[in-house]
């Protein structure tokens, strides 16, 4: 597991031995998965709307920084 970034109080990660599509884990009050390619919300459990829209906003914003973490450990 490498975190990639810390923002809002969120916490955005991605596991090393993880699947595709390429997405980040994002943990703070509750949790979300999204995909970076499309910024979709793959599951979300208990993180409010407020901090899954801010979440998708800092992926958008760090998309070629999370592409290259996922790349490092994904190819």
Partial sequence: M?????EHGLRFV???????????????DG???IDM????VMTQGGM??????RAVDSIEAN???FLEVW???HG
């Fill in 2 to 6: 490498v975190t990639v970034l810390r």
């Fill in 14 to 28: 991605i596991y090393t031995a993880d699947h595709e599509p390429p997405h980040v884990h994002v943990y703070g």
């Fill in 31 to 33: 949790e979300a998965r």
């Fill in 37 to 40: 390619a499309s910024l979709k």
């Fill in 48 to 53: 409010s709307d407020r901090d899954v829209r």
């Fill in 63 to 65: 998309r070629d920084r």
């Fill in 71 to 73: 790349r490092k450990y």
